[in-house]
């Protein structure tokens, strides 16, 4: 089993910053870590995600404003965004995938980007 927790959401003004964070813990090998996101009345949608070696991936829309990194002797993964826009409000979801096949979700972290 892995659990995971995340932290830092919240309310920022548009071209601010915010900074999440989730760290997992049990002993199973992460292979991937990631963020996803869901805002109301849309399909959650991959925002980055990074594999164990620093490859990473990223939706076309935060490219350039979000970095994915990860520290893996805390199995902590992190979300830097910059540049927020309103339509980067949602409910952030971190996400792991172990080398056995499994994936595990956070409780979710509520970011909103309002004047």
């Known amino acids: 089993q892995v659990q995971l927790v995340e932290s830092g959401g919240g309310l920022v003004q548009p071209g601010g910053s915010l900074r999440l964070s989730c760290a997992a813990s049990?002993?199973?090998?992460?292979?991937?870590m990631g963020w996803y996101r869901q805002a109301p009345g849309k399909q959650r949608e991959l925002v980055a995600e990074?594999?164990?070696?620093?490859?990473?991936t990223y939706a076309d829309s935060v490219k350039g404003r979000f970095t994915v990194s990860r520290d893996n002797a805390k199995n902590t993964v992190y979300l830097q965004m910059n540049s927020l826009k309103p339509e980067d409000t949602a409910a952030y979801y971190c996400?792991?995938?172990?080398?056995?096949?499994?994936?595990?979700w956070g409780q979710g972290t509520q970011v909103t980007v309002s004047s």
């Open positions: 990074i594999f164990d070696d620093g490859t990473t």
């Open positions: 996400n792991a995938r172990t080398l056995n096949g499994g994936a595990y």
């Open positions: 049990g002993s199973i090998r992460i292979i991937i």
